[in-house]
């Protein structure tokens, strides 16, 4: 990703310019146009990044500059954040979801991540990276081998022929309100599948092959609120049409206030 500024019609503003990504070229031009498809159909919505347009030589997407640094940065970094600002951040994540599941047909967006939550100036959320994302219902959501971050992925899209859906977002979700609270709570940051393990058992490998075949999940410490832990674990389901919706999660995520219950470690 790059930083840029562009001129149009004697106004300059600055922008981001993302290049594909590195691989075999007929890889990396297929997520490109994937992507550009994508983000053609999606338009402009508050807390999407809003793509401006595309060059051919080289291949590039043209999109916001956003300038307030990725969600994951600032759980790694633990910047000044409270529980209303997570309530907040995860909201603002369910109505970029809420967006694409009700379009028609709904888009998946297939790579939720905290690396793909970014801020703006003003510290709203945006959505970023349509690189994986496709049509549900489109022919292409069946893909032998695997595509995405296996930390944050479902069970059901590590499979030999993995496959797809909305569900799959929820799932991605799951791991980053998870992800976003034990931040909060602990005063440190642990990528998803590392709290209370081994350092030396917590490889993608492990965590890939227990997620396939024996139903591991990350940790949920006792303290996070039961509201919190129910909406986590139902969206951490096995079977995809038993987790919410995106509609339920934001409403079950209405009745959760983390400023209410304060961390006690013994």
């Known amino acids: 990703m790059y930083k840029a500024d562009l001129t149009q019609y004697n106004v300059t503003r600055t922008v981001a310019v993302k290049m594909p990504s590195q691989g075999p070229e007929k890889k990396r031009l297929s997520h490109f146009r994937q992507e550009v498809y994508i983000a053609s159909n999606v338009g402009n919505f508050k807390h999407l990044v809003e793509v401006y347009g595309i060059t ?10 956003c300038g307030g640094g990725s969600l994951h940065k600032t759980l790694q970094d633990r910047a000044s954040f409270t529980g209303k600002d997570i309530i907040r951040w995860g909201e603002e994540v369910m109505f970029a979801l809420d967006f694409l599941h009700g379009g028609s047909p709904p888009i998946i967006h297939a790579d939720i991540k905290s690396p793909n939550v970014i801020f ?10 349509f ?20 930390v944050y992925s479902s069970p059901e899209i590590l499979r030999p022929l993995a ?5 799959s977002d ?16 602990e005063n440190r940051y642990y990528e998803p599948y590392s ?9 993608v490998m492990r965590v890939f092959s227990g997620l396939v075949s024996r139903n591991l999940r990350p940790n949920i410490p006792g303290y996070f609120p039961r509201p919190l ?13 038993k987790r919410p919706s995106i509609k339920n999660a934001m409403q079950a995520w209405t009745q959760i206030d983390l400023e209410d219950n304060p961390l006690s470690v013994p």
Request: aromatic share 10%; charged share 30%.
């Open 56 to 65: 051919e030589d080289p291949h590039s997407i043209v999109m916001q500059y």
């Open 120 to 129: 703006d100036k003003e510290r709203c959320v945006k959505v970023a990276d």
């Open 131 to 150: 690189g994986l994302s496709r049509h549900e219902g489109s022919k292409d959501l069946e893909i032998s081998g695997f595509i995405g971050t296996v």
């Open 163 to 167: 496959v797809f859906s909305t569900r």
């Open 170 to 185: 929820i799932f991605a979700l799951g791991i980053l309100i998870y992800e976003m609270t034990l931040a909060l709570y």
């Open 195 to 203: 709290f209370e393990e081994d350092p030396n058992e917590n490889s």
């Open 229 to 241: 832990k129910s909406l986590i674990t139902e969206c951490w389901c096995e079977e995809p049409s």
